[in-house]
């Protein structure tokens, strides 16, 4: 059972466009949800992450978009550029656990 | 400050055979977690350790895999015998004590079992 559903599972989009990907989850305790970012060859890094007291945070580029009524959430990447290619992982982490459930990916490409 | 290194980066064996994966954690950091990403599938929690203790082994599939980490330093995870379906990439993760949102990963080994 997927707990936490991403998509889409891959993206391309034209350099300076709007890149969106989103994420629903069904277990309310969730309350903290990163977005990790993964170049080739590395390790997942935390890019970007948001409590459900708010229902937006903004980093640079980087925005995300929560909707705790419905229980989605989406990361959006403004002006994307080709050194945003990679993969996302968006995440959700129950309070008092020290382990995220993770989606299973988006990979962007971003053509120059 | 030194990463969280693992080794080897890549690993291919053949069923039956037995692969150990290494994973040093950045110095000082208590809490060590162990994860593997199937291709195209989410990255899957597999156990946590704090210091040398194993705090939740609840992901890891079945008995074949072992984790250690004697010391509280450095883990091994050891699948024996390997079998297909455990080919993925592992990924350890380490965080200070107390510090849930600070995870920082490793480059990950691919594993692939032939």
Redesign the interface.
Known sequence: QQQVKQSPQSLIVQKGGISIINCAYENTAFDYFPWYQQFPGKGPALLIAIRPDVSEKKEGRFTISFNKSAKQFSLHIMDSQPGDSATYFCAARAGGSYIPTFGRGTSLIVHP | EAG?TQFP?HSVIEKGQTVTLRCDPISGHD?L?WYR?VM??????LL?FVKESK??ESGMPNNRFLAERTGGTYSTLKVQPAELEDSGVY?C?S?PLGG??G??????TRLTVV
């Open positions: 969280v980066s809490n977690y990403r195209g599938k989410e990255i899957k929690f946590h705090q939740d990924f993760a965080s849930a949102g995870y920082t990963f490793g480059s990950g």
